[in-house]
């Protein structure tokens, strides 16, 4: 059974950093591409970043592009979602995800398997 538990929420001033990591367990990690989405009160979820099985690739929403970074330790089992230069409008709740294949994708239907989600609150 594969379990994605996210961590390092919480609260943070605007300008502020936080560092988000997913530990995911069952099935092969380094074999999926992975990413993180995000999903604001009254809000669809969208798309915040990806990441290719190997690392090599990644892409970003427009709004985080220069302020966010994906990275993974395929050791670890784990996918990394560090924030610098936060704002209010990235307070939502996270959600990473592992897709159906090794290639990043920035489409929800692509994923499979998503972790209970972790809150990001910034204050401006």
Do not use: H
């Not at 992975?34 to 709004?63: C, H, L, N």
């Amino acid at each position: 059974q594969v379990q994605l538990v996210e961590s390092g929420g919480g609260l943070a001033q605007a300008g502020g950093s936080l560092r988000l990591s997913c530990a995911a367990s069952g099935r092969t990690f380094s074999s999926y591409a992975m990413g993180w989405f995000r999903q604001a009160p009254g809000k669809e979820r969208e798309f915040v970043a990806t990441i290719s099985r190997s690392g090599a690739t990644t892409s970003y929403r427009d709004s985080v592009k220069g302020r966010f970074t994906i990275s993974r330790d395929n050791a670890k089992n784990t996918v990394y979602l560090q924030m610098n230069n936060l704002k209010a409008e990235d307070t939502a709740v996270y959600y990473c995800a592992t897709a159906k294949s090794g290639s990043y994708s920035p489409y929800i239907t692509s994923y499979d398997y998503w972790g209970q989600g972790t809150q990001v609150t910034v204050s401006s």
